[in-house]
């Protein structure tokens, strides 16, 4: 990557480049604990994603001049504070305590010019309009539907565990029973008549009085096929919109509604509308702030998810290399096989321009191919 927005891209290989090496070490193992770079970007984003703030620990080098290791920070043990400095003034500081531990820890920011034992962190928050320390969450609308559908599960399961309705009567004529047999009948009542595991149990209740007649009524309960289906139904719809997933991809069948495309035109736009702005958005984040102070100059890309069968991509490569058609920076975008990768450099600033226009030829050669394909599946060719 280049340093800053402008700069011409070394014409190097960042899998080989010997300048590189720190980053390619750092990417398969970020700290003493055996953590992959990839694992401390997931455990951040989870944080982000659910409490809306996630945080990096750089550990600096002795000199404080690179970054030796890299640490993910639990959400819920760091609180934001604001002491103020020796001239009276607020600067955010950040207090990391487990909860049940007396221990704490003091961090800074990574660029705060701050010369104590303090660590250093990073933090990543989604922008929140009502503070400047906490972040906020894109479910926090639909939190009312989260607990209301919790409400309506809870409803159900009790309705089972209570069996609904009570389900028998006793009628107790021409006395009473004996304290004795009054406790037992309240305690099987209670402890015992209740929930599934217990239908078609009997009891037998002696009187010792000819007298006495105990009587039991049975109430049928009523049949509640499906209670708050449609609510729960509705609820579901509301929380994965909140979440940002096309119902499709979360399994939510949505036959004959808006949003009821394919599988692959759904997770299309997914990854164009949420996934690569948040890889973006990730990569801002390690570039920046990390990867200059462990190879300046380099910096992480994180991969797109490809929709498209390989096989086809590469065949319409190679017509487009046969009629002229300059596809070398737009091989080194793609991830086709035989093609290793150690092989694919970056294209340089130069050849944007000859990448932009192969992808656009590659996109009307593949408008082509399918209007072709669906003219003569009309026609009956085989």
């Known amino acids: 990557r280049p340093d800053k927005e402008g700069d011409t891209p070394p014409d190097v290989d960042p899998l080989t480049d010997p300048a590189a090496a720190p980053l390619r070490r ?15 970007l997931y455990r951040t984003e989870l944080d982000r994603a659910l409490f ?8 600096l080098s002795t000199d404080r001049k690179a970054v030796a290791e890299l640490y993910h920070i639990p959400t819920f043990s760091i609180r934001p504070t604001t002491p103020k400095d020796a001239a009276g003034r607020k600067r955010v500081e950040y207090q990391q305590a487990y909860p049940g531990s007396s221990t704490t820890a003091r ?23 009502s503070s400047r320390y906490f972040g906020d969450v894109t479910y926090s609308g639909a939190i009312p539907t989260m607990l209301l559908d919790d409400q309506a599960l809870m409803y159900n399961l009790s309705f089972f565990a209570n069996r609904g309705l009570p389900a028998v009567i006793l009628e ?5 029973v004996t304290p004795e047999v009054r406790t037992q009948i309240q305690n099987f009542l209670v402890s015992e008549f209740k929930g599934n595991e217990q239908v078609h149990r009997a009891m037998v209740l002696p009187t010792g009085d000819k007298e006495i007649e105990i009587h039991v009524h049975q109430i049928e309960p009523t049949v509640r096929e499906g209670s708050f289906r449609q609510v729960r139904g509705d609820c579901r719809d509301e929380v994965v919109a909140a979440h940002e997933v096309p119902p499709v991809l979360a399994g939510v069948p949505q036959q004959g509604r808006l949003g009821s495309g394919g599988e692959k035109d759904a997770l299309k736009a997914f990854m164009q509308l949420v996934v690569r702005p948040l890889q973006e958005r990730v990569e801002l984040a390690f570039n920046t702030r990390i990867a200059p102070l462990l190879s300046p100059g380099f910096g992480i890309q994180l991969g797109a998810l490809s929709l498209d069968d390989p096989a086809s991509v590469a065949n319409l490569i ?6 002229g058609v300059d596809t070398a920076p737009l091989v080194a975008t793609l991830d086709l096989p035989g093609v290793a990768k150690s092989s694919r450099r970056r294209p340089t600033l130069s050849k944007a321009g000859a990448a932009g226009a192969a992808l656009a030829t590659l ?15 009309a026609g009956g060719v085989a």
């Open 26 to 40: 750092f990417i398969r193992r970020a700290n003493d604990r055996l953590e992959s770079l990839p694992e401390l």
């Open 52 to 59: 809306g703030s996630g945080y990096w620990e750089p550990v």
């Open 107 to 129: 961090f800074v920011d990574l660029d705060a010019t701050d010369s104590s034992d303090a660590g250093r962190i990073v933090a990543l928050m989604e922008y929140n309009p």
């Open 172 to 176: 107790i004529r021409g006395g009473d």
């Open 318 to 323: 190679t017509a487009l290399g046969q009629a």
């Open 363 to 377: 996109r009307a050669a593949v408008g082509e191919i399918q209007q072709a394909a669906e003219t003569a599946v």
